[in-house]
């Protein structure tokens, strides 16, 4: 049998695609379908979605991955749909049923609620969660029927509104701090109302900066020519745009690249994202008493390997 079609070799492509994930794929797998869209080298996603879930993904390919975690840390939107008066093993609607309950309240109570899910509080993760305890995800000692320790984490809820109430599905919409499961606010809420709850969909609508109205398609990429599929591509710096911006001299650019501080040029603290007399961006530093000490520097051919 002879030997199939040589495989094209992966391209060194380097920005930010945001992605409309579709519900019913999980993150990764979306993750690996654009990768091979683009046939990228090196690619990752910035804050996973339930397979449940749909909505605004951003992909990181190459030297855009070195930022991730900027976006990671950045409030999220969602618009969320919360079925009342049944609740599931996994508080969404890939569960299965473990009550049901008579749903009797009306829009002013659901509305009397919420003002108590908002603001700074302490939230329990659920048990089918991707959280380590002791090396295993939370999931697979619920799956086999294990307890083991949740501790609350400190989240913040910085909006929560009712958009539509048709008894006994209400939809929401959520603004919220890094951590905070959306499954796990449905139940809660149900909870309180005294007749449980699950979250039957979940669309992610913004991200730091970035909003779904931007987005593209799997389908969509799939059906572009190669040169209109990059035009989707941002430059990785879209990420770092909450940070604060220090221009350099080109020596000063070369020792960040190399590793090294250099004096602040300015009045700055914490950090900061560099760029040199081109307007390249040569990375982000941690600014403290006057001196820039790299932190993830980039990579250009002029500056060679990023430290």
């Given at each position: ?196 709850a699950h979250l039957a969909g979940l669309r992610r609508i913004a991200a730091g900066g970035f909003h779904i109205a931007d987005a593209v398609s799997l389908d969509a990429l799939a059906q572009c020519a190669p ?81």
């Amino acid at each position: 049998m002879g030997a199939g079609r040589p495989r094209a070799a992966r391209r060194c492509i380097d920005g930010v695609l945001l992605l409309d994930k579709p519900e019913g794929l999980t993150s990764n797998a979306a993750l690996q379908q654009a990768k091979r869209i683009f046939n990228a080298e090196k690619a990752g996603h910035t804050g996973t979605l339930d397979p449940l879930a749909s909505g605004l993904l951003p992909i990181c390919f190459g030297e855009a991955t070195k930022f991730a975690r900027f976006l990671l840390d950045a409030d999220k939107a969602y618009q969320a749909r919360v079925r009342f008066g049944v609740t599931t093993t996994t508080q969404d609607a890939e569960g299965d049923v473990t009550h049901t309950r008579a749903v009797t309240f009306e829009r002013p109570q659901i509305e009397a609620a919420l003002r108590g899910f908002t603001g700074a509080q302490n939230q329990i993760p659920p048990a089918h969660s991707a959280l380590k305890y002791h090396g295993r995800s939370h999931y697979e000692y619920a799956r086999a029927g294990i307890e083991v320790p949740r501790p609350a984490r400190a989240i913040e809820v910085k909006a929560l509104a009712l958009l539509e109430w048709a008894n006994p599905t209400a939809t929401l919409d959520i603004v919220c701090s890094k951590g905070t499961y959306i499954r796990a606010l449905a139940a809660d809420l149900g909870d309180a109302l005294g007749c449980g709850a699950h979250l039957a969909g979940l669309r992610r609508i913004a991200a730091g900066g970035f909003h779904i109205a931007d987005a593209v398609s799997l389908d969509a990429l799939a059906q572009c020519a190669p040169d209109d599929r990059d035009a989707h591509l941002r430059p990785a710096d879209i990420l770092l745009g909450a940070l604060p911006r220090l221009d350099v001299g080109a020596v000063a650019a070369q020792r960040l690249s190399d590793g090294q501080s250099i004096a602040t040029p300015v009045a700055a603290a914490g950090p900061c994202r560099v760029y040199d007399p081109h307007g390249r961006l040569v990375g982000v530093v941690q600014c403290c008493d006057g001196v820039c000490v790299p932190d993830r520097m980039a990579r250009t051919p002029e500056r060679g390997v990023a430290q």
